[in-house]
């Protein structure tokens, strides 16, 4: 099937830029001796994953216990949860270490450090170290953290498995070497604290840092035992506007219709809005500010100028600002966009149309949506 | 089952909020002597349109042809596509009348007039106005609305059923006579192309208006055949912004649990983020800024003066502003989100888990997602 057969919206996935993606950042991470753990939370796709995790791997992280369910249904069993648990997941999280996953859960605070000792389970925990997003996470050099671990493993039954770090913080990076030195801090926060809990006695095996941009940029990842990017994937404008890659790299885009056109007010409406398309504005912080989305032809050839510049529900609005370009947007045309942010925009969509580099639909790839 | 029982983050919605919000939509427009079409966009749910449109109705606006095909599939036959649509879906939209729906598809131009009168469907049509949004359709006055209707009909198999117009510019008000006042723009605008039509020997059966709040707030309906306003079902922060409702009407909310604290930072973090809430920020622009949410006890009462400030994938960022309201948000606790758009972020959930102006869920409704 062409590309142009689909009905739109309908969300594209290019194979050949997720294998050379992945294969980058898989060459560039293992170069340095350290394990690469795709983060899953983007693609939400056993397919993606099985590219991203290459011929030998099985680790993942992922952002929901939907996730974790549906990858350990699809053979990858060494899981992380990277988001925080809550006591009354505790159940769900046994219940898939019962079904065979070697599932990791992480956590910040004595509250849940506490739970999950005594919860019957046996889980296997990471606590969170804050590396400066200040979002989760406790402090490297805090005398919470071994705290934290003796909390866990009080009953005997759970038991620390390390430490895990997420340097949120270097999305606000604009060039390599800020990122670079975002990387550096994550790198030494994740090696203090792991290096403290091994001083206290606990054996730590995994010590876990990661974001697309530390990932890319980050000089050395000495003592580090992976990394965990997730959105490099698929990359996205927000990406290409921070420096972690370039257009050529973008692998996700939404197959859109114009569905109407008003040569005075210079406008186009297209049939992707602010469901199609997400209300993730990221990129209006950047030079690169491209609204909702850069727009591109069939072939995924960006328009130089022309972006989703508003959203309605079900409407995308396109300011012409050459009027030539109305010849490249004749009612019922199909273009591409760009979104910002890959996260959010595939997460309104239940499969990938997948291409691989042409316009010819080659499989289509489920994702595993909600919670 | 108690909502405290249901894996968060999880989509809540008040039956008994919405009846009321519903019955009094109902009533108001009937009183008017007008017709109520909902626009379905928002719940996507056969349920909630049920209780829309009341013992007598089976009439409903949608946003997407799936949504079409899925309300017929529940028994609702007259329905508007209330999006301009686009050449190639009209093989769908064929489809569906053939299955037995009265589906109305609209347009605001020559190329997919043409489209219409060409393809060998009998399609139902109603031509777009413009009443001052400037999103799509043509002016009230503009020699296009006769031509246009012409040419629709001109292969002798389509009919121009009437004229749809929606103020969405009445979103920017921020009084109820401010409302009023596009409310009446809305409607001279439909009954000035009705008539135009209706001089030129089309029937035009159906002059159709709506938006929330020119629904809410306009004086007369006059000459109007029926009004669709859409997210009155629910109900949400934005529009207890701009003064359609208060906040008891709101019917959707999310419920989250409190999965880490930080007393030094004053920050709580819940496991509802940008997908489970939306990114949509439409409050930003209000006096009463909610952030991504208005936060709320799990019985529905709102918590003065606690948002969500900021979102990442899955987690919702709270400022705690009054230290005494960490007693609140203890580690576990499970409290309930108001949102910005409640279009936007039902969207993120197959389906609403109901309860019936308590705390104890009733049943589950399934949603109809994506396209």
Redesign the interface.
């Known amino acids: 099937m062409h590309l142009s057969d689909l ?4 969300l594209i996935l290019d194979r050949q830029r997720v294998r050379a993606n992945t294969d980058e950042m898989r060459a560039r991470v293992h170069a340095h001796g350290v394990a690469l753990r795709p983060h899953a ?1 983007t693609a939400k796709s056993a397919e993606v994953a099985r590219i991203a995790v290459g011929d030998k791997g099985d680790a993942l992280a992922v ?3 939907r996730e974790a369910s549906y990858f350990l249904s699809q053979g990858f069993t060494d899981l992380i949860y990277a ?7 505790l159940d ?1 999280s046994a219940a898939l270490a019962t079904r065979g996953a070697d599932l990791k859960i992480i ?3 004595f ?2 450090a506490g ?1 999950i000792s005594n919860h019957d389970g046996n889980h296997r925990v990471l606590i969170e170290i804050d590396c400066g997003e ?3 996470g406790v402090a490297a050099d805090s005398s919470d953290l071994t705290e934290l671990a003796v909390t866990v493993e009080r009953s005997g039954r759970s038991k620390i498995m390390g430490v895990l770090t997420h340097a ?1 913080h270097s999305y606000a990076t604009r060039s390599p070497d800020a990122a670079a030195a975002v990387a550096e801090a994550e790198r030494v926060a994740a090696v203090t604290a792991g290096q403290r809990l091994r001083n206290a006695g606990f054996e730590t095996p995994i010590i876990s840092v990661g974001s697309t941009p530390t990932a890319t940029h980050g000089v050395t990842f000495d003592g580090v035992t992976e990394v965990r990017p997730g959105v490099y994937v698929f990359q996205d404008m927000f990406q290409v506007g921070i420096g972690s890659c370039c257009i050529n790299a973008v692998a996700l885009s939404v197959l859109a ?6 040569s005075e ?1 210079r406008t186009v ?1 297209l ?1 992707a809005g ?3 398309l ?4 990221s990129t209006a912080g950047l030079d690169f500010d491209v609204g909702f989305g850069q727009i591109a032809d069939l072939s995924g050839v960006p328009f130089p100028g022309l972006r989703v510049n508003s959203v ?4 995308g ?1 396109v300011f012409v600002e050459d009027p030539a370009q109305f010849a490249d947007l ?3 045309s199909k273009i591409r966009v760009f979104p910002n942010h890959a ?2 925009t595939s ?4 499969a990938y149309n997948v291409v691989d580099g042409g316009v010819e639909v080659i499989d289509q790839w489920r994702r595993c ?3």
Do not use: F
């Open positions: 009905p739109t919206p309908a939370k952002s929901t216990l988001v925080c648990i809550s006591p009354d997941k769900m956590t910040d605070n509250a849940v739970a200040h979002r989760t949120g219709s114009v569905i109407a056109s008003n007010r409406m049939d602010g469901l199609a997400s209300k993730d504005r309605h529900q079900e409407h609005e004749t009612i019922g996260c959010m997460a309104a969509y239940e949506n909600g919670w």
